[in-house]
């Protein structure tokens, strides 16, 4: 691959997907239709909690990111999994026709799962949107916006003296001396090569 920050063109929008008992920072969203039957897709790596909760339940819910919104939101729903934290305790959340959106939110819907379409490393999650509000007048956060800005936003400082190191796809950190040659962004896989030192 010469260069996968390629991708970075396609215009994505930063969000917070969730579904009964966890949810996750997504930006792979898209909508397919608009009309009477307005469809989404959303695509969650098979790796995400989210994923098994995706498939397991009928109902979920996108919450659309601002500029302005608290970077705590990304840290937790994006570099955690709720295998490990209750992200609902750290971040407040509304439940509307049974799923929790974030209350940080310029905007939400809630979808109906009309189907899901596996391939290797992720699932394509289609929904009928069933809801949608508009909460405030911010400004979108866009994923490239997100990507000029996650330094800043992420805070990247170093700890005890190591240094940082921030993956250049995702905003991932590593805190070392070195990033070890066989080492994988844990969040979105990519290599060494890619983590640039902060
Ligand atoms: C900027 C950003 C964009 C992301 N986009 C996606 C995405 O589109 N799909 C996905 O499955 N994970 C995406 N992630 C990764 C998940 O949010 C992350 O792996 C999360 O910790 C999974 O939590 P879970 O195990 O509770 O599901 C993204 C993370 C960040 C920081």
Redesign the pocket.
């Known amino acids: 691959m010469k260069n996968i920050k390629l991708l970075d063109k396609i215009s994505?929008g930063?969000?917070v997907?969730t579904t009964e008992n966890?949810?996750?920072?997504?930006?792979?969203?898209s909508q397919i239709s608009f009309g009477d039957t307005p469809l989404i897709a959303?695509?969650?790596?098979k790796?995400?909690?989210?994923?098994t909760?995706m498939k397991d339940n009928t109902r979920f819910a996108i919450s659309i990111l601002g500029k302005s919104v608290n970077p705590e939101i990304?840290k937790t729903?994006?570099?955690?999994?709720?295998?490990?934290i209750n992200?609902f305790e750290k971040i407040e959340t509304t439940e509307i026709d049974g799923v929790k959106i974030i209350n940080e939110t310029l905007g939400y819907m809630i979808c109906e799962k009309v189907d899901a379409i596996d391939n290797d490393t992720?699932t394509l999650f289609i929904g009928k949107v069933v809801e949608a509000d508009l909460l405030s007048d911010d400004e979108e956060m866009t994923?490239a916006y997100?990507?000029e800005h996650?330094e800043e936003l992420l805070k990247v400082t170093t700890e005890k003296g190591q240094t940082a190191w921030i993956c250049t796809v995702?905003?991932?950190i590593y805190y070392g001396d070195e990033v070890p040659d066989d080492y994988k962004c844990?969040?979105?896989k990519v290599g060494k090569e890619m983590f640039k030192k902060k």
Do not use: E, W
């Not at 729903?77 to 490990?84: K, P, Q, T, W």
């Open positions: 994505q930063m969000y997907l966890g949810g996750c920072i997504v930006d792979a969203v959303v695509s969650v790596m790796k995400n909690n989210t994923n909760l990304i729903f994006g570099f955690n999994s709720m295998r490990d992200k992720h994923y997100y990507q996650k995702c905003g991932y844990p969040i979105c």
